[in-house]
């Protein structure tokens, strides 16, 4: 049973458009979500989070929605660069386990 | 600072045989958790530590275990080990903040490579 689903393995864009990476869940006891990204060979990096009491959050390039009443959020990467052809993990917290999705394959495209 | 480091790298067992890996957290933080990632998949959850004491655990059977120590250092157990604990075993620490709270971002290491043949 799945509560954290990245429905898309992989995604593909053009260098300096925008990159959007979806995630649903289906556990509505989430409070915290998390985006990680992970280069081969090496741990999953933090990248940005966000309350399940808010709906946006931004750093820099990269901005994560939260729809609670669709259980839905995404991550924008604007503009997108060749170092984040990566792989991105959704996680979510409840009670200080945190789940993670399968993840998304993101290639740059030059 | 030095990051979060993990041993060995990489690592071939037999069926049967038991493997422990070790984990030493980033400086100053004293909870550790460790993760199963199985190709194509995210990590999973195993355990987290903190203060010595197990904090949580996953859906993982009793052939797992772990430890930490004084040093906040950790060790991850697998005994009677399977084809299917074939993974990568990541450990990741977090600070522990004033007013205890947990920050929910967690700092990974390399990990580990588990072969069982």
């Known amino acids: 049973d799945q509560q954290v689903k990245q429905n898309s393995p992989s995604l593909s864009v053009q260098e300096g458009r925008i990159s959007i990476l979806n995630c649903d869940y289906t556990?509505?006891?989430?409070?915290?979500f998390l985006w990680y990204k992970k280069y081969p060979a090496e741990g999953p990096t933090f990248l940005i989070s966000?309350?399940?009491?808010?709906d946006k959050n931004e750093d820099g390039r990269f901005t994560v929605f939260l729809n609670k009443s669709a259980k839905h959020l995404s991550l924008h990467i604007v503009p997108s660069q060749p170092g984040d052809s990566a792989v991105y993990f959704c996680?979510?917290?409840?009670?200080?386990?945190?789940?993670f999705g399968k993840g998304t394959r993101l290639h740059i495209l030059p | 600072d030095a990051g979060v480091t993990q041993s060995p790298t990489h690592l071939i067992k037999t069926r049967g045989q038991h493997v422990t890996l070790r984990c030493s957290p980033i400086?100053?933080?004293?909870?550790v958790s460790w993760y199963q990632q199985v190709l194509g998949q995210g990590p999973q959850f195993i355990f987290q530590?903190?203060?010595?004491?197990?904090?949580g655990r996953g859906n993982f059977p009793d052939r797992f275990s772990a430890r930490q120590f004084p040093n906040y250092s950790s060790e991850l157990n697998v005994n009677a080990l399977l084809l299917g604990d074939s993974a990568l075993y990541l450990c990741?620490?977090?600070?522990?903040?004033?007013?205890?709270?947990?920050?929910?971002?967690?700092?990974f290491g390399p990990g580990t490579r588990l072969t069982v043949t």
């Open positions: 966000i309350s399940s009491i808010k």
């Open positions: 400086s100053g933080h004293k909870s």
């Open positions: 530590y903190y203060e010595k004491e197990e904090r």
């Open positions: 990741a620490s977090r600070p522990w903040t004033s007013g205890g709270k947990w920050p929910y971002e967690q700092y």
């Open positions: 556990n509505s006891m989430f409070d915290y």
């Open positions: 996680a979510a917290n409840r009670n200080d386990k945190i789940i």
